[in-house]
């Protein structure tokens, strides 16, 4: 793992939640995007070194519908940046993790992802990302 990537938060409306994050952290959104295979539309800010990732249901049946519907907006995930992700899921996997996809897949922001279910993170959902190069 080379360091937090991102902290990703499930929000009703990017519209509005963009606004109070862009006065939080006093900077814009640069990039909006919508990831279908997760059926989210996402934006991005970026504070000093640090990114944080808003996160809207992009169809009632997307996982952050169902997750707000749980517990609200909030944290959703945390993302961690690593160097080859075939290799850390397969790390991860013979630790004992239970990783939620079989293969990395596209994320947001050109990025190959690959979540670790929240059961084997003591409740956190974890987000392995890799750059595509
Ligand atoms: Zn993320």
């Known amino acids: 793992m080379i360091k937090i990537e991102h902290i990703g938060i499930a929000v009703n409306s990017i519209a509005e939640a963009g606004i109070v994050y862009q006065k939080l952290l006093n900077t814009g959104i640069y990039k909006t995007e919508v990831v279908d295979s997760e059926q989210v539309a996402v934006a991005f800010l970026q504070a000093g070194l640090n990114k944080i990732e808003l996160l809207e249901a992009a169809a009632d049946e997307s996982a952050i519908a169902k997750y707000i519907q749980r517990k609200g907006e909030g944290i959703h995930h945390i993302a961690f940046e690593v160097d080859d992700i075939y290799k850390e899921m397969q790390r991860l996997e013979n630790e004992g993790f239970m990783l939620?996809?079989?293969?990395?897949?596209?994320?947001?922001?050109?990025?190959l992802v690959c979540f670790v279910h929240p059961k084997s993170a003591n409740g956190v959902?974890?987000?392995?990302?890799?750059?595509i190069r």
């Open 100 to 111: 939620l996809n079989e293969k990395p897949k596209k994320g947001a922001d050109n990025k």
């Open 125 to 131: 959902l974890i987000e392995l990302c890799q750059e």
